[in-house]
């Protein structure tokens, strides 16, 4: 399974990734509709870019009340299906990090765009990569 990883060492504040995902999830430029956002350290001196982790116990999965949140078939990380969706933010409360947002009464999540992070290739600095479970690890 894959998994984003965010590089505080790396990280800008820029906030182009933000911008590339909101603009592929909501089609406009919102950094706060992305589905990833860069926590500001102490006097903006470290930015941590904070991505969905993709879990293998996923709270958002199993708190689901309509089974709108399932594992993709390709990737098997948790996905949400927005034509099942009500809106309840069941999952949001359950997620520890806070990467799952209610927009527009639908449940969003970052979904490694179908392997693809647009994310990861549209930041200057390389502070996102999407790595294996056994890098992940490190």
Known sequence: MPYL???????TGCAICQLVCSARVHGGYN?????????MGPENRVNLPVVCHQCDNAFCLRVCP???ISRSADLSIPV?????????GQCADACPIGMIRIWEKKAYKC??????PECVAACPADALSLVKETEAAR
């Open 80 to 88: 949400v299906d927005r034509e099942v969706c009500i809106g309840c």
């Open 31 to 39: 950094p706060r509709r992305g589905n990833l956002f860069i926590q």
């Open 5 to 11: 990883v965010g590089h505080f060492d790396r990280c």
């Open 66 to 68: 309509t089974g709108a």
């Open 111 to 116: 979904d490694l765009c179908g392997g693809a």
